[in-house]
Every structure is written in structure tokens, then in C-alpha cells.
């Protein structure tokens, strides 16, 4: 078994529309190499930040990133018999891995569809797009039913 500790910078953006890592940001990547009978097992953890914004009321967030990964990349030999079934696995080049797409997958499961700065966050007013969280309690838009607005300025002399 080998050991590997790698840190380098993304080289694009990883993550969903409203958070991700955005390319340049630090990864730094712990890994451990294992021969097993068909391949290499490669397992590690990645951990960096992610940035976005929150979708209820687009403050913007950052997020802890700390994933654990493992994928197995077969020898070439042990998947050319077969290519119809092994078209989803991952293989060896030669001596080579390529963690990107197991490093990618893991951080993109972590991450909310719809990331939030608080579950509790009660976003924004409809009305005059203010945080809730800013605005008073008793916070609110008159509106005039239109049938009556003809009348919104006429005063009884
Ligand atoms: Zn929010
Ligand atoms: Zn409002």
C-alpha cells in the first residue's frame, strides 16, 4: 500500500450551479494506493472550501468541503475481454490513474441542490427583495385592492 498527500489547485470549477469550488481554489488531497487482484484500489479524502450563495436569500456562503472517495481502476488486461460491460468502469493507463472524475463525483454529492447560509434562513420579501431576517416583524407591503384604487387619493373635503 502507498500513501500519497497531494495539494494543488483545481484546475476548473467543481459543483452545482449555486456552490462550488471554483477553479484555482486549493485541493488538498489524501490518497492511498492498494493493489487488489484486478486493479488498483485508490481511496482518499479530499478537502477544500466551496463557495456560492444561498438560494433563499443569496447571501454569499462558504462551505467546508471534507470527502472521502474510493474507486477501483482495473488493469487494462482485466477489462478488454468485455468492453460492452465495462464501459462505466475506471481503468489504469498504463501505469496511471486518473483520480479527476472519482474526485469530481465525491465532491458533487456533497453538495445541496439548494444550498442555504442557515436552514432556518427565511430569504427574502417578495415585495422589496429585503432579508426577512432585516426587516421587522411586522413588515409588510399595502396593497391597494386595484377595484378601489381610483379612490387612493380622493379626500373628503
Ligand atoms: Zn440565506
Ligand atoms: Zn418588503
Not at 489504469?92 to 439548494?114: H, S
Request: hydrophobic share 35%; charged share 30%.
Amino acid at each position: 500500500m502507498r500513501e500519497y498527500h497531494l495539494d494543488f489547485p483545481a484546475p476548473e470549477a467543481i459543483g452545482v450551479p449555486l456552490l462550488g469550488i471554483s477553479a484555482g481554489t486549493e485541493l488538498d488531497i489524501d490518497l492511498r494506493a492498494e493493489s487488489v487482484d484486478d486493479g488498483v484500489l485508490i481511496s482518499g479524502t479530499v478537502i477544500s472550501t466551496a463557495s456560492g450563495e444561498c438560494g433563499r436569500c443569496l447571501e454569499p456562503i462558504h462551505e467546508e468541503i471534507n470527502q472521502k472517495f474510493q474507486e477501483l481502476f482495473f488493469y487494462e488486461s482485466r477489462v478488454s475481454d468485455n468492453p460492452d460491460e465495462d464501459e462505466d468502469l475506471f481503468v489504469m493507463d498504463g501505469d496511471f490513474v486518473d483520480i479527476e472524475v472519482p474526485i469530481r463525483d465525491a465532491v458533487i454529492l456533497t453538495m445541496p441542490l439548494n444550498p442555504l447560509c442557515d436552514s432556518e434562513c427565511e430569504g427574502l420579501c417578495p415585495e422589496c427583495g429585503e432579508k426577512w431576517a432585516q426587516l421587522p416583524p411586522d413588515h409588510g407591503h399595502e396593497s391597494i385592492d386595484p377595484r378601489w384604487s381610483g379612490l387612493s387619493d380622493w379626500k373628503p373635503i
